[in-house]
């Protein structure tokens, strides 16, 4: 905590001796219930910005530094606060951020458009940000959770298993989750005999999960965490007897999950975002490289948001905002030259030189609709006590 | 068999669960219970003295199993539970020493004891936050279940499964003989008598000669091993937390009210009814319902009274309503 409290003063210090030519606002969690994951993505987004900087080729040359600043994850307050220091006294010309989806909103609309403040958010993964109105300064690279809510409708259906229960860690995260997985999954012909919320936090699940019995279904949907009530409950439903097959989406699948209950869980299965393109593996090593975990959840997406920020910047021939955001969405799909983690300075000469990309980099992005990640899902089962990958979808 | 189906459905979800719940409750009102009726004072650092305890009662456990050393198919924080109890006892009467018995001889009135006790509450979560993390940490070892809900369908055929973990029948036996033990000692032996006139009159037994901080000691004592025996129990069954057994102050407390504060027999009285009303309120009864009817009858709503996120509010509705037409709670105990 205190490093990343001295860090981040030392940016700001930094940002106003280096003459940095270009700041990008790093806005992120540093505090608040997701600060372990902020430091890795903050690393990524910085990660992008030397790596451009040490090309030499963006705008003929022109450095890029970070600035970041803590957004916290549930206090809009302080989330609008911070947005309004980076865009008025660190004079940033793009903002990679913020972490969460409550805070993205805030920022977003209090800030970020009335200053036409282009915003990219590695991590926001609300439904309600895809509606949410933005002038089109607002991107991600995280999938919306109405897509993950389709396609977990759609593994669950083709095991052959029509009636399931649902339950859901009481916040944003698993009520949109929910929300989206209950409409797709009956519109394709399921039926949902319960959904009920839990908490997070408590010894003991069985109360929820005697309700959840008697509601009954072939399978139980864990829309929580596994460090926190997700496990509970499973637990509680195994003791039980209450359930023997789950459904584990993304905050589900980790290490944990198989540590906790091993062969007990054999035959339950989930997806979580995730390809099969080699950009993941190439941003692994260079992460490595570069002293920080690349593997943990986010960082990838952080780095693509930070690379296209930049990228558009040279597509359109200028920093200014409201000029380049329109050049997002193109630099981000097809057609054009495929890009990878580590070929920014290729990328930036390919653009240069008049030429389109495609950047697919390491969580292979592609924009869709309201200029959010399509979404890649990684299906994978438990067998033997192990997370074994099923496929991509 | 329909109605044999009802009632292993019924016994799987509410009863066990309910009765194992119960008695740590009953244990944690127990303890609260005598502090209030000997020392005169609501202990609002009861749930984190649970915590402390059981905490050193997982620290021994861990050095017990890297060890080697095991009990077999019962958990092997059994071993470590006496540990637990005299390191609990020491923290407490240490407490006793620096806190409470400079207000005893100021005799100050109840509620600046209990402000105190609530700087002690904050000091001791402090403490275990500081040793063991603010983390679930899991210490149960042994035979998981004596009875599996799988193996209990393959013996009798019948539809519903019936678990019974470990942890929940030894909560149950461990508790019946901490409270024999407890009725034992206060009714039988010459220290438990003089306790007990302590608390019935304090200026009568010091006349005959008690010595007020023997009583007090002892108390201590005995609340110390009552907390400890609760939280070992709680963590076995459910988890370890430091921030769950600061929110199970609450049912305690309603548990102690409701039975009566400063009488035994309430606490425990209290402690089930507590436990079987927020289990039972709060569980959807659509099964139990569907079975006991006739064929086809099954309900389409879920016959549940209340959502489940309301169970901390019904020992609440409980205590109002127990208060309101009894004061004294359902056992005759002191008026607060």
Redesign the interface.
């Known amino acids: 905590m205190k490093k990343i409290l001295l860090a981040s003063a030392a940016m700001i210090t930094m940002a106003g001796t280096a003459q940095a030519d270009i700041t990008l606002g790093v806005s992120l969690g540093f505090t608040g219930p997701l600060e372990s994951l902020a430091p890795p993505m903050a690393a990524g987004a910085e990660m992008a910005m030397a790596e451009v900087t040490a090309s030499g080729k963006l705008l003929g040359g022109m450095s890029v530094s970070a600035v970041r600043g803590d957004s916290t994850c549930i206090d809009a307050a302080a989330a609008v606060a911070v947005a309004e220091r980076l865009i008025t006294s660190d004079g940033v010309s793009g903002i990679m951020g913020a972490m969460c989806s409550g805070a993205t909103t805030a920022m977003l609309t209090n800030v970020a458009v009335p200053n036409g403040m282009v915003m990219i958010s590695p991590s926001a993964t609300s439904p309600a940000l895809s509606t949410v109105e933005d002038n089109g300064l607002f991107f991600r690279t995280a999938p919306s959770d109405a897509a993950q809510g389709v396609v977990m409708s759609n593994v669950i259906l083709e095991r052959g298993i029509n009636t399931v229960a649902v339950t859901y860690t009481?916040n944003d995260y698993g009520l949109g989750l929910a929300n989206s997985f209950q409409a797709a999954f009956i519109a394709a012909g399921g039926t949902v005999t319960?959904v009920?919320?839990?908490?997070d936090?408590?010894?003991?699940y069985?109360?929820?999960?005697?309700?959840l019995?008697?509601?009954?279904g072939d399978a139980l949907v864990v829309a929580g965490y596994v460090d926190s009530g997700g496990s509970?409950i499973i637990r509680a439903a195994l003791?039980?007897?209450a359930f023997d097959t789950f459904v584990f989406p993304d905050g589900m699948v980790g290490q944990a999950l198989v540590d906790n209950f091993g062969t007990e869980i054999d035959g339950s299965f989930g997806q979580f975002p995730g390809t099969d393109s080699n950009g993941a593996d190439i941003y692994h090593q260079m992460a490595t490289a570069a002293g920080f975990d690349g593997t943990s959840a986010f960082s990838k997406e952080s780095y693509d948001a930070a690379a296209l920020i930049m990228l558009a910047m040279q597509a359109a021939g200028s920093t200014n905002p409201a000029d380049y955001a329109q050049h997002v969405m193109d630099v981000a799909n097809a057609p054009g030259e495929p890009i990878l983690p580590g070929e920014l300075g290729r990328a930036l000469e390919l653009l240069a030189a008049g030429q389109d990309i495609d950047y697919v980099g390491a969580s292979a992005v592609e924009l869709i609709g309201p200029g959010e990640s399509g979404g890649a899902y990684r299906e994978i089962e438990i067998r033997g006590g192990k997370i074994e990958t099923v496929r991509f979808r | 068999m329909d109605i044999l189906n009802a009632i292993v459905v019924l016994l799987n979800f509410v009863i066990i669960p309910a009765t194992a719940y119960g008695a740590q409750l009953a244990l944690g009102a127990l303890g609260v219970t005598l502090i209030y009726g000997i020392l005169r004072f609501s202990n609002f650092a009861h749930g984190d003295t649970m915590a402390f305890g059981t905490m050193i009662v997982i620290l021994c456990t861990w050095g017990l199993q890297a060890a080697g050393v095991t009990l077999g198919p019962l958990p092997t924080a059994l071993l470590a539970l006496p540990v637990g109890i005299a390191l609990t006892a020491l923290l407490l009467m240490g407490t006793d020493r620096a806190v409470y018995r400079f207000y005893r001889r100021q005799k100050a009135k109840p509620v600046v004891y209990v402000i105190a006790s609530l700087g002690v509450m904050f000091i001791m979560n402090g403490i275990v936050r500081f040793i063991i993390g603010v983390d679930d940490q899991r210490f149960d070892d042994g035979e998981r279940f004596l009875i599996s809900v799988r193996r209990f369908r393959d013996l009798t055929g019948l539809e519903e499964g019936l678990g019974i973990r470990t942890s929940q029948a030894i909560t149950v036996v461990v508790a019946l003989i901490a409270m024999v033990a407890l009725f034992w000692f206060l009714n039988r032996t010459r220290t438990g008598k003089s306790m007990r006139a302590f608390s019935d009159n304090e200026d009568l037994a010091l006349l005959s000669g008690i010595n007020p901080e023997r009583v007090v000691m002892i108390t201590w004592l005995i609340v110390a091993a009552l907390a400890t025996t609760a939280g070992t129990l709680y963590g076995l069954d459910k988890a370890f937390k430091p921030f769950t057994y600061f929110q199970l102050l609450l049912p305690i407390f309603a548990a102690a009210i409701v039975g009566g504060l400063g009488n035994p027999v309430g606490a425990i009285l209290g402690g089930f009814l507590i436990a079987f009303s927020e289990v039972g309120v709060t569980y959807a009864f659509r099964k139990v319902v569907g079975y006991l009817g006739p064929e086809g009858w099954e309900p389409a709503g879920m016959m549940q009274l209340l959502s489940t996120d309301y169970k901390f509010a019904v020992s609440f509705t409980i205590l109002l309503i127990v208060l309101l037409f009894r004061p004294t709670g359902i056992m005759k105990g002191k008026t607060i």
């Open positions: 009481n319960l009920a919320a839990h908490e936090e408590r010894a003991d069985s109360a929820e999960v005697g309700a019995a008697a509601a009954g509970g003791d039980t007897g």
